[in-house]
């Protein structure tokens, strides 16, 4: 087989990748901090989509879809757990989890009523139309976009939780929120805001995927299963641990479609199954914590 | 482990609220059903989906069927009786449709089940039917249907199917001594499409270059681009459906494949086109049962298209929705010819139907059941060409219906 | 005022038996599914009842009194429906040893999943299960030979059944209906069974307190690994009725979404309780019944109210109902 399809295939894999890796950072960084695991974490990818296209229709910019869409649907998040979410803690830790899953029958649901149940195009921006000619082959250009957006994300988010105060303080509640209440820091507005931050990802997801595939109100069941997939073999809770799994799986897709291409979406279980049988708690997570 | 985090005695009043409205619920349950009309109704149940992904298709599906029990109304129904249309929303789902059909035969007493879209929902419904001898109309495209494997004597294909779209798409776009690809869903219909392409191909002359299989509801196709555009194709062939062709499309072009070869599909969906948009779909060619604009070729359509814009404010009718139309129309000419519901009589009448409802004349092959009729081909507008938001699609072909389309009966298994 | 304490004394003594340990639970759960094809709008819908009832009891042993929330109950449903619908169409089985070979297998796929599966906790493993589940979907999708693929099984039509020498017309709801009837009473009294057992209190024993029951010398791990596999068994005895009932098997049933469906009719019906699947299963397909009649949009309401037990009603229709009434507080 030739070299340039090999590369060519290495690289498909890895902007496949880079869109799990958005989406299974917010469902790891929320469980993380929070002990939830947002089952709704599918339909807030959708529901970014649909923001990114209604405000991009709104301003006649995909920039400013892409900027805002984050935002408001973060804001939405923050709602959902101040409304909701947050009357369960103290509760079994299935019980966000039954919420989430219920919740995301009625986000689908309303984004149905709101938009109908057709796809809606969302147009690739100008700027990213056509190829770029790598020498070994082409490329679309709005995917090679995708991962130098992801990857200036993750460097963002990095810093964040590195070198500011506020990343002290959540890195800190992660790990013992009774200590830090004991020192006077409100562990509840953390939550909200890394509640808010994890969909925010999801949604930012969304928006970048929605040039790729078409918008559609069942887009995000897919996207919560494959996140998942993501998370469980990082090690939930693991933020670079959901970065190396992303990829990993990203590329195992892409290398597979090249000899059984029917086979494309097996393997990603597969992949899964191995690693739960030689490390039950994924590949980055310290043991004791969920395993 | 598990305590509750609020006090005792809001509880109580959230409880309570709740139950109440639980009662209430429960209540509308228990209520009467709305009176049963008249028996000497023609019932017909129409099993579709409403919810899910074909939502758009199933309410065009409706629409056109209500016109065609309207039109017989209006004329003083089949020997007086009214026609009545029972509508259940089958989820796309073949357990669930399966259930509605049940319902539809054991409480609602059908007489014949019209309907379905996906392949697995129409052979749900037909298994149903089949085993308790009623008559069904299927308007779902598939070539498992048409084998005498799942075939019922009560069981009528009105749609067409993968074999007879690739065969004029392939027709019209293939000729000898082109290179052909293939982007094929692993899953039956995707198969049946894909050994359609190939014997057409086989015949022209042309010759294949690769076929690719992906996986049924794939979102990400981008990992089989490269491999196609190495194996350099001058056509490819994406059979799939629904959205993962709008997906598959759209990723092609993504990655600059028209640049380089025309695409073709088995069947350009009205909705689907709407849905992705003018610029990614320019220039595809697909199959296709109907579409409005035949309407400056063929009387029929005129007249169907005319019936339908004045009882849905101007809308025009789509591909699915003729189907609707079709299906339900010619049973009731059918029933009409027997002069009633009697099963075997309308069985009979619809083996010798000769119809012509919305594109021209059709009739029921004998051995299986398939409607014989006109395929389209069309090929997808540029934007800047579009006169109106309505007009997608240019005909490059309409091939007349013949049974040299279909599979010869002995292929299906049918004795002969 | 005796009249009416009696009649008191008497709803209370139903209730009360319908839910707790002995033999009554078990006869009076079946004589309300006896009556259940005259109460609901449709005999189609009663067996629906009688069917998820029967995948949402082996359910309930897991998550309910064990506390695991497996999101992957599909699969053993749609296993038992698959492998009864092959052996029948595929060779010629009869429908007995074709209900028997599928509980078989898919206890089988239930101890492998579960061998992976309970290795983890909390709620990683409501994850793997979810993922394990969907590899037995796409596996199914992909072996279109044996399953029909997206087409769904056909080819098993069950049009007749006999039994002990005697032919019965299945085409016929009711005597469908009651046929199946025998296997939710089997399988009420098999979970009664279980519940009364040593072994029915080491799982709420870990469901309580994982670490105690440890403590106390229990082999928690093995105990998982067993619960697990029962409630496969039962769920996957629901799948052959489901085969039996439609005659095809929708490749649908093994997809997440039935899963789901699953869990949230055990909640909605209320977890831990004997008697509560089946009232959870009737909820959800009336609920969805009537308003998919009003509305397409049925899911939001079914979501909304679905939050709402998960607020305010976290123990169920039947668990609630049990604590409202006037009785003795059962006992946990």
Same mark, same amino acid.
């Given at each position: 087989m030739d070299l340039s399809l090999i590369i060519m295939q290495l690289l498909s894999g890895i902007a496949l990748g880079a869109v799990l890796v958005i989406t299974a950072l917010g469902l790891t960084i929320v469980f993380g901090m929070l002990g939830v695991v947002n089952f709704a974490h599918g339909a807030m990818f959708m529901i970014g989509a649909y923001a990114g296209l209604y405000l991009a229709s709104l301003t006649g910019s995909f920039w400013w879809g892409l900027l805002l869409a984050p935002i408001l649907i973060g804001a939405f998040g923050m709602l959902i757990e101040f409304v909701l979410i947050r009357r369960l803690y103290g509760r079994s830790i299935d019980d966000p989890l039954l919420l989430t899953f219920g919740l995301s029958y009625v986000l689908v649901e309303g984004v149905r009523i709101l938009f109908g149940s057709d796809g809606i195009p969302f147009p690739t921006p100008s700027q990213l139309i056509g190829v770029v000619d790598l020498g070994v082959g082409f490329f679309p250009r709005y995917r090679i976009f995708v991962i130098v957006m992801v990857a200036a994300v993750l460097v963002l988010l990095w810093l964040m939780l590195e070198k500011t105060r506020i990343g002290l303080i959540v890195r800190a509640g992660a790990r013992d929120p009774v200590i830090m209440q004991v020192l006077g820091v409100d562990i509840g507005r953390v939550w909200l805001a890394i509640f808010g931050l994890g969909v925010a990802l999801a949604a930012l997801g969304g928006v970048l995927a929605g040039p790729m595939r078409s918008v559609n109100p069942e887009m995000g069941s897919l996207v919560l299963a494959e996140a998942f997939v993501v998370t469980v073999i990082g090690g939930l809770g693991s933020i670079p641990g959901a970065v190396v799994a992303g990829l990993l799986v990203g590329i195992s897709i892409s290398m597979v479609a090249l000899v059984a291409p029917e086979m494309a979406t097996i393997v990603m279980f597969a992949l899964m199954a191995a690693v739960l049988l030689i490390r039950p708690q994924g590949l980055f997570n310290v043991r004791g914590r969920v395993a | 482990m598990q305590k509750a985090g609020s006090k005792p005695t809001e509880l109580k009043i959230s409880r309570r609220t709740a139950l109440a409205g639980l009662s209430a619920g429960a209540m509308a349950v228990a209520m009467p059903r709305l009176g049963r009309a008249a028996d000497d109704t023609v019932r017909i149940g129409f099993p579709t989906p409403l919810t899910g992904p074909f939502a758009a298709e199933a309410r065009d599906q409706v629409k056109c069927a209500e016109l065609a029990v309207k039109l017989v109304n209006d004329k003083g129904g089949i020997g007086g009786r009214k026609v009545e249309l029972l509508v259940r929303d089958d989820k796309l789902n073949a357990g669930e449709a399966a259930t509605r059909t049940l319902e539809l035969i054991?409480? =609602?007493?059908?007489?014949a089940v019209v309907g379905a879209l996906s392949s697995a929902v129409q052979l749900a419904v037909n298994e149903v039917t089949r085993a308790r001898g009623v008559i069904y109309v299927s308007i779902s495209q598939s070539d498992t249907i048409n084998e005498a494997k799942d075939f019922s004597k009560y069981t009528f294909h009105e749609a067409l199917n993968p074999h007879m779209t690739t065969a004029a798409v392939a027709q019209h776009t293939f000729k000898k001594g082109m290179k052909v690809a293939h982007l094929v869903a692993d899953y039956a219909y995707g198969h049946e499409m894909l050994r359609g392409f190939k014997r057409a191909q086989a015949a022209i002359g042309a010759d294949s270059v690769g076929e690719i299989l992906h996986p049924f509801g794939?979102? =990400?196709y981008s990992t089989f681009m490269p491999r196609l555009m190495s194996m350099r194709p001058d056509v490819l062939c994406i059979s799939n459906f629904g959205r993962d062709q709008a997906n598959a499309i759209k990723q092609a072009v993504d990655f600059g494949v028209k640049q380089q070869m025309k695409i073709v599909v088995p069947v350009l969906l009205h909705n689907q086109r709407l849905a992705v948009g003018a610029d990614v779909f320019e220039g595809v060619v697909g199959g296709a049962n109907y579409y409005w604009g035949l309407e400056t070729q063929s009387k029929s359509a005129a007249d169907f298209n005319g019936a339908f814009r004045a009882a849905n404010g101007g809308a025009i009718p789509t591909d699915y929705g003729a189907y609707g139309y079709s299906g339900v129309a010619s049973l009731l000419q059918a029933m009409q010819a027997a002069g009633g519901t009697d099963t075997d009589k309308v069985v009979d009448a619809l083996e010798k139907l000769q119809y012509d409802l919305t594109k021209g004349p059709q009739h029921y092959r004998k051995c299986d059941h398939q409607s014989v009729q006109s395929v389209l081909v069309l090929e997808s507008k540029k934007k800047s060409a579009m006169a109106n938001d309505n007009d997608l699609f240019a005909i490059l072909a309409n091939d007349a219906g013949s049974e040299d389309m279909l599979r010869s009966c002995s292929e299906l298994g049918h004795a002969t | 005022m005796t009249a009416q304490s009696n009649r008191a004394a008497a709803t209370k003594s139903v209730f009360g038996a319908l839910d707790r340990f002995g033999d009554q639970r078990v006869l009076l759960s079946i004589a309300i599914l006896i009556a259940l094809p005259w109460l609901l709008p449709s005999q189609a819908l009663a067996v629906n009842v009688l069917i998820y009832g029967v995948v949402v009891m082996g359910y309930n042993l897991l998550f309910g009194y064990t506390g695991l929330l497996s999101f992957g109950q599909a699969a053993f449903f749609g296993c038992g429906a698959y492998v009864t619908g092959i052996a029948i169409g595929r060779y010629g089985m009869p429908w007995f040893a074709a209900v028997a070979s599928a509980v078989v297998v898919s206890t089988i796929l239930a101890a492998v999943i579960g061998v992976i599966s309970t290795r983890t906790r909390g709620i990683y493993f409501s994850m793997v299960t979810l993922a394990l589940a969907q590899l037995v979907y796409y596996v199914a999708l992909q072996a279109s030979s044996f399953t029909g693929g997206e087409n769904g099984l056909r080819g098993f039509t069950v049009d007749r059944i006999s039994l002990f020498g005697l032919q019965i017309n299945f085409l016929d709801p009711l005597n469908k209906y009651y046929v199946l009837m025998v296997f939710a009473a089997a399988a009420l009294w098999f979970q009664s069974r279980i519940l009364n057992s040593p072994f029915g209190a080491v799982i709420e024993a870990i469901r309580e307190n994982e670490q105690r029951a440890r403590a106390c010398g229990y082999d928690v791990e093995r105990s998982k690994l067993l619960v697990f596999m029962l409630s496969g068994s039962i769920s996957a005895l629901g799948g052959c009725m489901l085969a039996l009932h439609l005659s095809i098997v929708p490749l649908d049933i093994l997809h997440y979404q039935t899963s789901g469906m699953i869990v949230m009719m055990v909640l909605l019906g209320g977890a831990r309780s004997f008697f509560g699947p089946f009232v959870g299963a009737a909820a959800f397909l009336i609920l969805e019944d009537v308003i998919s009649l009003w509305t397409p949009h049925w899911q939001i309401f079914v979501g909304a109210i679905f939050i709402l037990f998960v607020l305010f009603l976290p123990k169920g229709i039947w668990g609630t109902l049990l604590e409202t009434l006037p009785i003795a507080r059962p006992r946990r």
């Amino acid at each position: 087989m030739d070299l340039s399809l090999i590369i060519m295939q290495l690289l498909s894999g890895i902007a496949l990748g880079a869109v799990l890796v958005i989406t299974a950072l917010g469902l790891t960084i929320v469980f993380g901090m929070l002990g939830v695991v947002n089952f709704a974490h599918g339909a807030m990818f959708m529901i970014g989509a649909y923001a990114g296209l209604y405000l991009a229709s709104l301003t006649g910019s995909f920039w400013w879809g892409l900027l805002l869409a984050p935002i408001l649907i973060g804001a939405f998040g923050m709602l959902i757990e101040f409304v909701l979410i947050r009357r369960l803690y103290g509760r079994s830790i299935d019980d966000p989890l039954l919420l989430t899953f219920g919740l995301s029958y009625v986000l689908v649901e309303g984004v149905r009523i709101l938009f109908g149940s057709d796809g809606i195009p969302f147009p690739t921006p100008s700027q990213l139309i056509g190829v770029v000619d790598l020498g070994v082959g082409f490329f679309p250009r709005y995917r090679i976009f995708v991962i130098v957006m992801v990857a200036a994300v993750l460097v963002l988010l990095w810093l964040m939780l590195e070198k500011t105060r506020i990343g002290l303080i959540v890195r800190a509640g992660a790990r013992d929120p009774v200590i830090m209440q004991v020192l006077g820091v409100d562990i509840g507005r953390v939550w909200l805001a890394i509640f808010g931050l994890g969909v925010a990802l999801a949604a930012l997801g969304g928006v970048l995927a929605g040039p790729m595939r078409s918008v559609n109100p069942e887009m995000g069941s897919l996207v919560l299963a494959e996140a998942f997939v993501v998370t469980v073999i990082g090690g939930l809770g693991s933020i670079p641990g959901a970065v190396v799994a992303g990829l990993l799986v990203g590329i195992s897709i892409s290398m597979v479609a090249l000899v059984a291409p029917e086979m494309a979406t097996i393997v990603m279980f597969a992949l899964m199954a191995a690693v739960l049988l030689i490390r039950p708690q994924g590949l980055f997570n310290v043991r004791g914590r969920v395993a | 482990m598990q305590k509750a985090g609020s006090k005792p005695t809001e509880l109580k009043i959230s409880r309570r609220t709740a139950l109440a409205g639980l009662s209430a619920g429960a209540m509308a349950v228990a209520m009467p059903r709305l009176g049963r009309a008249a028996d000497d109704t023609v019932r017909i149940g129409f099993p579709t989906p409403l919810t899910g992904p074909f939502a758009a298709e199933a309410r065009d599906q409706v629409k056109c069927a209500e016109l065609a029990v309207k039109l017989v109304n209006d004329k003083g129904g089949i020997g007086g009786r009214k026609v009545e249309l029972l509508v259940r929303d089958d989820k796309l789902n073949a357990g669930e449709a399966a259930t509605r059909t049940l319902e539809l035969i054991e409480k =609602d007493k059908v007489h014949a089940v019209v309907g379905a879209l996906s392949s697995a929902v129409q052979l749900a419904v037909n298994e149903v039917t089949r085993a308790r001898g009623v008559i069904y109309v299927s308007i779902s495209q598939s070539d498992t249907i048409n084998e005498a494997k799942d075939f019922s004597k009560y069981t009528f294909h009105e749609a067409l199917n993968p074999h007879m779209t690739t065969a004029a798409v392939a027709q019209h776009t293939f000729k000898k001594g082109m290179k052909v690809a293939h982007l094929v869903a692993d899953y039956a219909y995707g198969h049946e499409m894909l050994r359609g392409f190939k014997r057409a191909q086989a015949a022209i002359g042309a010759d294949s270059v690769g076929e690719i299989l992906h996986p049924f509801g794939a979102a =990400d196709y981008s990992t089989f681009m490269p491999r196609l555009m190495s194996m350099r194709p001058d056509v490819l062939c994406i059979s799939n459906f629904g959205r993962d062709q709008a997906n598959a499309i759209k990723q092609a072009v993504d990655f600059g494949v028209k640049q380089q070869m025309k695409i073709v599909v088995p069947v350009l969906l009205h909705n689907q086109r709407l849905a992705v948009g003018a610029d990614v779909f320019e220039g595809v060619v697909g199959g296709a049962n109907y579409y409005w604009g035949l309407e400056t070729q063929s009387k029929s359509a005129a007249d169907f298209n005319g019936a339908f814009r004045a009882a849905n404010g101007g809308a025009i009718p789509t591909d699915y929705g003729a189907y609707g139309y079709s299906g339900v129309a010619s049973l009731l000419q059918a029933m009409q010819a027997a002069g009633g519901t009697d099963t075997d009589k309308v069985v009979d009448a619809l083996e010798k139907l000769q119809y012509d409802l919305t594109k021209g004349p059709q009739h029921y092959r004998k051995c299986d059941h398939q409607s014989v009729q006109s395929v389209l081909v069309l090929e997808s507008k540029k934007k800047s060409a579009m006169a109106n938001d309505n007009d997608l699609f240019a005909i490059l072909a309409n091939d007349a219906g013949s049974e040299d389309m279909l599979r010869s009966c002995s292929e299906l298994g049918h004795a002969t | 005022m005796t009249a009416q304490s009696n009649r008191a004394a008497a709803t209370k003594s139903v209730f009360g038996a319908l839910d707790r340990f002995g033999d009554q639970r078990v006869l009076l759960s079946i004589a309300i599914l006896i009556a259940l094809p005259w109460l609901l709008p449709s005999q189609a819908l009663a067996v629906n009842v009688l069917i998820y009832g029967v995948v949402v009891m082996g359910y309930n042993l897991l998550f309910g009194y064990t506390g695991l929330l497996s999101f992957g109950q599909a699969a053993f449903f749609g296993c038992g429906a698959y492998v009864t619908g092959i052996a029948i169409g595929r060779y010629g089985m009869p429908w007995f040893a074709a209900v028997a070979s599928a509980v078989v297998v898919s206890t089988i796929l239930a101890a492998v999943i579960g061998v992976i599966s309970t290795r983890t906790r909390g709620i990683y493993f409501s994850m793997v299960t979810l993922a394990l589940a969907q590899l037995v979907y796409y596996v199914a999708l992909q072996a279109s030979s044996f399953t029909g693929g997206e087409n769904g099984l056909r080819g098993f039509t069950v049009d007749r059944i006999s039994l002990f020498g005697l032919q019965i017309n299945f085409l016929d709801p009711l005597n469908k209906y009651y046929v199946l009837m025998v296997f939710a009473a089997a399988a009420l009294w098999f979970q009664s069974r279980i519940l009364n057992s040593p072994f029915g209190a080491v799982i709420e024993a870990i469901r309580e307190n994982e670490q105690r029951a440890r403590a106390c010398g229990y082999d928690v791990e093995r105990s998982k690994l067993l619960v697990f596999m029962l409630s496969g068994s039962i769920s996957a005895l629901g799948g052959c009725m489901l085969a039996l009932h439609l005659s095809i098997v929708p490749l649908d049933i093994l997809h997440y979404q039935t899963s789901g469906m699953i869990v949230m009719m055990v909640l909605l019906g209320g977890a831990r309780s004997f008697f509560g699947p089946f009232v959870g299963a009737a909820a959800f397909l009336i609920l969805e019944d009537v308003i998919s009649l009003w509305t397409p949009h049925w899911q939001i309401f079914v979501g909304a109210i679905f939050i709402l037990f998960v607020l305010f009603l976290p123990k169920g229709i039947w668990g609630t109902l049990l604590e409202t009434l006037p009785i003795a507080r059962p006992r946990r």
